[in-house]
């Protein structure tokens, strides 16, 4: 089966750092990637990991483990306009580029 | 300059109707998806084209029926509308069908069935 299991609230302040998890169970893997998506709007490409280690990208890195099942999304200095649900997606394997999406995570920023 | 768009942004109709979705995109891409976002906000993907052929067909009740007239287009068409069809549908594309390629989503239609 299918699964990607990601918290479903998270909350942190202006300018802190937060992790979001997310762990997955596939028919076969084939990269991992992160969206965000703001209330009422698109969901739009953060990051893409295939394989193991951390990819930077100014305030946002994500990480992957392959033989654990598991990538993180890294937001430094977090800012008001963060506060959005964060996406996990799997590209099983199987080709075509078909994505696997978790629920999110509805991340909340305060001052 | 919009990369992908849809018509219409918002449709409400009555059970029963039957209805059309327009998609896309000005970025050149050969592949194309519709996804469907429900209440709970899962997105999951329903169908995908690769250069006008379809290549993904998930369980979808056969009311479900998408249309590429060319690669830059991708129509979903409903018959017999559900309450349970009621949700926010996103066309999205890509530069092409294989690893790695990030995919654009347009704005969505908020479809609500009544």
């Known amino acids: 089966g299918q699964n990607i299991d990601q918290p479903t609230e998270m909350t942190a302040t202006e300018g802190a750092i937060v992790q979001i998890n997310c762990t997955y169970q596939?028919?076969?893997?084939?990269?991992l990637f992160w969206y965000q998506q703001h209330a009422g709007e698109a969901p739009t490409f953060l990051s893409y990991?295939?394989?193991?280690g951390l990819e930077e990208k100014g305030r946002f890195s994500s990480f992957l483990s392959r033989s654990k099942g598991y990538s993180y999304l890294l937001l430094k200095e977090l800012q008001m306009k963060d506060s959005a649900s964060y996406l996990c997606?799997?590209?099983?394997?199987?080709?075509?580029?078909?994505?696997?999406f978790g629920a999110g995570t509805r991340l909340a920023v305060h001052p | 300059d919009t990369a992908v768009s849809q018509t219409p942004k918002y449709l409400v109709t009555q059970m029963g109707n039957d209805k059309s979705i327009k998609c896309e995109q000005n970025?050149?891409?050969?592949?194309m998806y519709w996804y469907k976002q429900d209440s709970k906000k899962f997105l999951k993907i329903m169908f995908s084209?690769?250069?006008?052929?379809?290549?993904i067909n998930e369980t979808v009740p056969n009311r479900f029926s998408p249309k590429s007239p060319d690669k830059a287009h991708l129509n979903l068409h409903i018959n017999s509308l559900e309450l349970g069809d009621s949700a926010v549908y996103f066309c999205?594309?890509?530069?092409?069908?294989?690893?790695?390629?990030?995919?654009?989503f347009g704005p969505g239609t908020r479809l609500t069935v009544t």
């Open positions: 999205a594309s890509s530069l092409d069908e294989t690893d790695g390629n990030e995919q654009y």
């Open positions: 596939t028919s076969g893997f084939n990269g």
């Open positions: 990991n295939v394989l193991d």
């Open positions: 997606a799997v590209r099983a394997r199987g080709g075509y580029n078909k994505l696997i």
């Open positions: 970025l050149g891409h050969d592949t």
């Open positions: 084209y690769n250069n006008k052929e379809l290549i």
